[in-house]
């Protein structure tokens, strides 16, 4: 039997808006004074919501516990393109946003459920011959991406107060929700935007289990310790 310390396995975090998710790896690195942490699934700096920290021997599972299904809440705003499909990014259009209902966004969203090639945006953090997208994308640069696939098992809108829509999706790893966002936006012909988002599951687990980032930087380790799901729990 292997001896694991009370700090290899997995952490829940409750991601606030404006950190990257290094961001709170590096803290909680530095806080804990602990060798080995990393993340499972990146949330961009504007996304909130649940991030999963691996430490220690849970590090060997980031790979198994990154390819799970994913749950999204957010918004979109529709009338207004970004080049980044997200409220972070530079307007590039605006357009008006003709009349429209929470049903009819509905049976525009049901056309993306299903496998589907998604093309991934340039403000991305894939790399091309090394060099993350994102910063070719700031030098002006627009270059050939790969699609990806990907697979949407649910995708629908709960309210819609124009020009914002209030969605929920279910979706495999590796989705682009903000180019979701985009499509969604071309297909309603006013462009949109992803103004917001949340991630709410992660294959097994849940953000209401979640512990929000700048509470667990307050803990003291022996209370860290009893939040940290098992190494031999993740198997």
Do not use: W
């Not at 409750?14 to 709170?24: E, R």
């Not at 599972?61 to 529709?78: A, N, P, Q």
């Not at 070719?136 to 629908?156: C, Q, S």
């Amino acid at each position: 039997m292997h001896d694991f310390d009370p700090l290899d396995g997995a952490l829940l975090i409750d991601k606030p808006a404006g950190p990257t998710s290094h961001d709170v790896v590096d803290a909680i690195r530095r806080e804990f004074r602990l060798k080995k942490v990393g993340h499972c699934g990146t949330l961009d700096p504007n996304a909130t919501g649940l991030l999963i920290i691996v430490l220690g021997r849970g590090t060997k599972l980031s790979e198994k516990l990154m390819s799970s299904d994913k749950v999204y809440e957010g918004t979109i705003k529709f009338g207004e393109s970004t080049d980044s499909y997200d409220a972070a990014g530079e307007l590039t259009a605006s357009l008006p946003v003709p009349p429209t209902t929470v049903e009819e966004l509905n049976e525009l969203a049901k056309s993306f459920v299903g496998d589907q090639m998604q093309m991934p945006p340039m403000v991305s953090a894939i790399k091309k011959d090394g060099v993350p997208l994102y910063k070719l994308a700031r030098k002006g640069l627009d270059v050939p991406r790969e699609p990806r696939l990907i697979h949407i098992y649910n995708f629908k809108f709960s309210e819609y107060h124009e020009p914002v829509g209030y969605f929920r999706v279910a979706c495999t790893k590796g989705t682009y929700v903000r180019s979701l966002a985009h499509e969604l936006g071309n297909k309603l012909g006013s462009g949109a935007h992803l103004a917001t988002l949340r991630r709410t599951v992660s294959g097994k687990f849940d953000v209401a289990d979640a512990i929000e980032f700048e509470h667990a930087l307050g803990l003291p380790l022996s209370e860290l310790e009893k939040k940290v799901i098992p190494f031999l729990k993740l198997i």
